[in-house]
């Protein structure tokens, strides 16, 4: 009897102590949320006079706070989890790490698959939906009005969509079996319809994330300051400060002409894009002679070496998947933590691995934001509107929570996947992770030598001084400006 009582007692300890743990995670990765979203929200939609529309912009920041948490929360997910086990594995009997055990992990991992679930089916098209809404007609107005709407829209959207994915089940799976199951909604529909946007996450990172590892080295080399014996910032500096003084005469109308009319709103946001544009050049200018010389280069070789590791491991995980069955993505219950690593290198390998899962999400990012489709959705420091930034948060989430499924598949870690993310039938098909992956391999190849011949291209034509020659101007072209000309002149 009281064995009973002490193993109750430790079960509840251990219970609460999980709660805690999970609660002040989620807590610090909310305040991180909040404080990114508010540095790109639009400030002027909170403080507009009208308060029902205050209060529902604030009620759907609360929300897309929620939702941008719960995507950090999956990106650190798998790392964190790799990083549990090397602990366990260097120091098995220490007291301040029984803290650390599988119940924790698949806890978190349940977790973070039930809030995306939320986030994905109720949260964010309740803020779409609430931030559209204006209330039934007739009704009184007020922010009550707007929730009902909402409901009553978000209602009937859900329909919709149980109804489709019903008939289509009911086509495809036409046994009794699939039959009783359409009427399960927690235990069939859900799950299949995250299964769903998982795969849709897992296609989309395969797109963006190639782009993004060729676009990585363009952005970085935006950001840092280059040698001088590639560039020559005396040059651009004395080239913006022109450009910057001709803006200023135009504005003061001291350049006139006779058929050529300047708009001065343009002309004014001309003048603000270069004067920043010549403050950051100064910046760079200010660099120290180690920040030029040394942190270019390495911030390059890192990101070269990164790139060749990522493609290297997705390399060598396609030969495991031709000749060894345990190389396939799957499921694990009760994970095992504590007993062997998961790399060949150890420790070293384990914490490879955790860079380059965080390498290949910010690569993702990257590429979602540079592709054409999505370039508009970026958001802006402070100029942001609640519509852009629910759609950030459900594209980050769509990537975050398809990153742990990405990362296996590829094989860029051996942590089998936990939970339910594991439960994905499609991971069980042969044919479709070997084409995964040499698609994947495929098309970084592919962005990657697009990439550095472009760029060698460009450096010899700057070398010799072929970058400084007019470009051939067509008949076409002339005559198109001369009748633009002419029609000026007459009017």
Same mark, same amino acid.
């Given at each position: 009897?009281?064995?009973?009582?002490?193993?109750?007692?430790?079960? =509840?300890? +251990?219970?609460?102590?999980?709660?805690?743990?999970?609660?002040?995670?989620?807590? *610090?990765?909310?305040?991180?949320?909040?404080?990114?979203?508010?540095?790109?929200?639009?400030?002027?939609?909170?403080?507009?006079?009208?308060?029902?529309?205050?209060?529902?912009?604030?009620?759907?920041?609360?929300?897309?706070?929620?939702?941008?948490?719960?995507?950090?929360? *999956?990106?650190?997910? /798998?790392?964190?989890?790799?990083?549990?086990?090397?602990?366990?594995?260097?120091?098995?009997?220490?007291?301040?790490?029984?803290?650390?055990?599988?119940?924790?992990?698949?806890?978190?991992?349940? @977790?973070?698959?039930?809030?995306?679930?939320?986030?994905?089916?109720?949260? $964010?098209?309740?803020?779409?939906?609430?931030?559209?809404?204006?209330?039934?007609?007739?009704?009184?107005?007020?922010? $009550?009005?707007?929730?009902?709407?909402?409901?009553?829209?978000?209602?009937?959207?859900? @329909?919709?969509?149980?109804?489709?994915?019903?008939?289509?089940?009911?086509?495809?799976?036409?046994?009794?079996?699939?039959?009783?199951?359409?009427? &399960?909604?927690?235990?069939?529909?859900?799950?299949?319809?995250?299964?769903?946007?998982?795969?849709?996450?897992?296609?989309?990172?395969?797109?963006?994330?190639?782009?993004?590892?060729?676009?990585?080295?363009?952005?970085?080399?935006?950001?840092?300051?280059?040698?001088?014996?590639?560039?020559?910032?005396?040059?651009?500096?004395?080239?913006?400060?022109?450009?910057?003084?001709?803006?200023?005469?135009?504005?003061?109308?001291?350049?006139? %002409?006779?058929?050529?009319?300047? %708009?001065?709103?343009?002309?004014? +946001?001309?003048?603000?894009?270069?004067?920043?544009?010549?403050?950051?050049?100064?910046?760079?200018?200010?660099?120290?002679?180690?920040?030029?010389? @040394?942190?270019?280069?390495?911030?390059?070789?890192? /990101?070269?070496?990164?790139?060749?590791?990522?493609?290297?491991?997705?390399?060598?995980?396609?030969?495991? /998947?031709?000749?060894?069955?345990?190389?396939?993505?799957?499921? $694990?219950? &009760?994970?095992?933590?504590?007993?062997?690593?998961?790399?060949?290198?150890? %420790?070293?390998?384990?914490?490879?691995?955790?860079?380059?899962?965080?390498?290949?999400?910010?690569?993702?990012?990257?590429?979602?934001?540079?592709?054409?489709?999505?370039?508009? #959705?970026?958001?802006?420091?402070?100029?942001?509107?609640?519509?852009?930034?629910?759609?950030?948060?459900?594209?980050?989430?769509?990537?975050?929570? *398809?990153?742990?499924?990405?990362?296996?598949?590829?094989?860029?870690?051996?942590?089998?996947?936990?939970?339910?993310?594991?439960?994905?039938?499609?991971?069980?098909? =042969?044919?479709?992770?070997?084409?995964? +992956?040499? #698609?994947?391999?495929?098309?970084?190849?592919?962005?990657?030598?697009?990439?550095?011949?472009?760029?060698?291209?460009?450096?010899?034509?700057?070398?010799?001084?072929?970058?400084?020659?007019?470009?051939?101007?067509?008949?076409? %072209?002339?005559?198109?400006?001369?009748?633009?000309? +002419?029609?000026?002149? @007459?009017?």
């Amino acid at each position: 009897m009281e064995d009973d009582v002490i193993i109750r007692t430790q079960l =509840f300890h +251990n219970q609460v102590r999980e709660c805690i743990i999970c609660a002040l995670l989620f807590t *610090a990765l909310y305040i991180l949320s909040y404080l990114v979203i508010t540095r790109f929200k639009k400030n002027a939609e909170f403080a507009t006079d009208n308060i029902e529309d205050a209060t529902v912009n604030r009620i759907t920041l609360w929300m897309c706070t929620f939702t941008l948490a719960v995507s950090a929360g *999956a990106v650190f997910l /798998l790392p964190f989890s790799i990083i549990s086990n090397e602990i366990l594995l260097s120091l098995p009997e220490n007291y301040y790490m029984q803290w650390l055990n599988g119940s924790l992990l698949h806890g978190l991992w349940n @977790l973070v698959f039930l809030f995306s679930n939320i986030s994905l089916v109720f949260l $964010m098209p309740f803020a779409y939906f609430f931030t559209e809404s204006e209330g039934f007609a007739g009704s009184r107005k007020g922010v $009550m009005a707007r929730v009902y709407e909402t409901f009553v829209v978000l209602f009937l959207l859900t @329909l919709l969509v149980l109804g489709i994915v019903w008939v289509a089940s009911a086509i495809i799976d036409n046994d009794a079996a699939s039959r009783e199951s359409l009427y &399960d909604l927690w235990d069939y529909y859900l799950p299949y319809l995250y299964s769903c946007i998982s795969l849709f996450g897992v296609l989309l990172l395969l797109l963006c994330t190639p782009f993004g590892l060729s676009r990585m080295f363009t952005v970085t080399g935006q950001l840092l300051v280059k040698p001088r014996l590639l560039e020559d910032l005396e040059e651009q500096l004395n080239c913006t400060r022109f450009e910057e003084a001709a803006i200023v005469h135009k504005l003061n109308g001291k350049l006139s %002409s006779c058929w050529v009319f300047f %708009s001065v709103e343009s002309l004014k +946001n001309q003048f603000l894009s270069i004067h920043a544009r010549r403050l950051k050049l100064e910046m760079r200018r200010r660099a120290s002679p180690w920040q030029r010389n @040394l942190g270019y280069p390495l911030v390059m070789l890192l /990101l070269l070496a990164l790139t060749g590791i990522s493609v290297l491991l997705v390399g060598f995980h396609v030969f495991e /998947l031709l000749i060894d069955e345990t190389a396939m993505p799957k499921g $694990m219950q &009760d994970p095992p933590l504590g007993k062997d690593s998961l790399s060949m290198f150890g %420790s070293l390998g384990a914490a490879v691995e955790v860079v380059l899962i965080f390498y290949l999400m910010v690569s993702s990012v990257v590429g979602f934001y540079s592709s054409p489709l999505f370039i508009k #959705l970026a958001p802006r420091k402070q100029d942001t509107t609640m519509t852009k930034i629910i759609g950030n948060c459900v594209s980050l989430l769509v990537l975050s929570s *398809a990153l742990p499924v990405f990362s296996r598949t590829l094989g860029i870690t051996n942590f089998d996947l936990l939970g339910n993310f594991g439960r994905f039938d499609w991971l069980g098909n =042969f044919y479709i992770i070997f084409l995964y +992956n040499m #698609l994947f391999a495929g098309l970084t190849a592919m962005c990657l030598v697009k990439k550095f011949t472009r760029a060698i291209q460009a450096e010899l034509l700057h070398a010799f001084g072929l970058d400084r020659l007019p470009l051939p101007v067509s008949r076409s %072209s002339i005559s198109a400006q001369m009748g633009w000309a +002419n029609s000026k002149r @007459l009017s």
